[in-house]
């Protein structure tokens, strides 16, 4: 919803707000990661949207999804050789 609504920053305190409270509440995962990134490539904030897909926990699964999110992101800001290596993990 925030991603559709252009509420990126919202988003992002949502995402925040998750993590640090991981155990007591829902934690994130591979979706709202993707969400996420996606949001904050759509609002042109490549650099935000890289540096999130690159901080990922490894217990976040790189699915398709998450990994052409972050692509894209990376793409939208010149950064086809750190496109390529997140394809290539």
């Not at 949502?14 to 829902?26: K, P």
């Not at 897909?53 to 894209?72: H, I, K, Q, R």
């Amino acid at each position: 919803a925030c991603r559709k609504g252009g509420a990126w920053e919202h988003a992002l305190d949502l995402l925040a707000e998750m993590r640090e409270t991981e155990g007591a509440h829902i934690a994130p995962n591979v979706f709202t990661f993707t969400t996420e990134i996606s949001a904050l490539s759509d609002a042109g904030k490549w650099r935000e949207a890289v540096a999130m897909y690159e901080s990922m926990p490894t217990s976040v699964p790189l699915t398709e999804a998450v990994v052409n999110a972050g692509v894209s992101a990376a793409v939208a800001g010149g950064l086809w050789e750190q496109g390529l290596a997140m394809i290539e993990r």
